[in-house]
């Protein structure tokens, strides 16, 4: 019974198409991955985290936040951050609206309703 194909309207549709695919897949993502390089020592200066060129400070001098280390990034966008950081009010509802009519106005563009 689960090696029937289901013929619809858009196509046809068989579950051991799908598995043998995925398995697929997951074989050659295994297959790329035992490419790279094996053995990466995390030790030195390859260990640590680039910080923009500086040194890392010790964890008793504190933390570095994530606006210092985007900084480059969110003062160069600053045009579009004006813009869009008001619009996020922390409410899901607001969010979900903002999907919702994304969706309306992508499936509108592309002609689906």
Not at 35 to 61: A, H, R, T, V
Not at 82 to 96: F, M, Q
Not at 102 to 111: D, K, Q, V, Y
Request: some cysteine; glycine content about 14%; hydrophobic content about 45%.
């Amino acid at each position: 019974m689960i090696a029937e194909t289901l013929y619809t309207g858009f196509g046809a549709w068989n579950p051991v198409i799908w598995l043998v695919a995925f398995v697929v897949a997951l074989l050659l993502a295994w297959a790329i991955q035992r490419l790279g390089e094996p053995d990466i020592p995390g030790d030195g200066e390859s260990g640590k985290s680039y910080i923009s060129g500086n040194d890392e400070p010790s964890p008793e001098d504190g933390h570095i936040g994530g606006s210092n280390l985007y900084w480059g990034f969110t003062e160069a966008m600053k045009g579009y951050y004006a813009r869009v950081i008001p619009l996020h009010t922390g409410c899901l509802t607001d969010y979900v609206l903002w999907f919702l009519g994304t969706f309306a106005l992508l499936f509108i563009f592309i002609g689906v309703i």
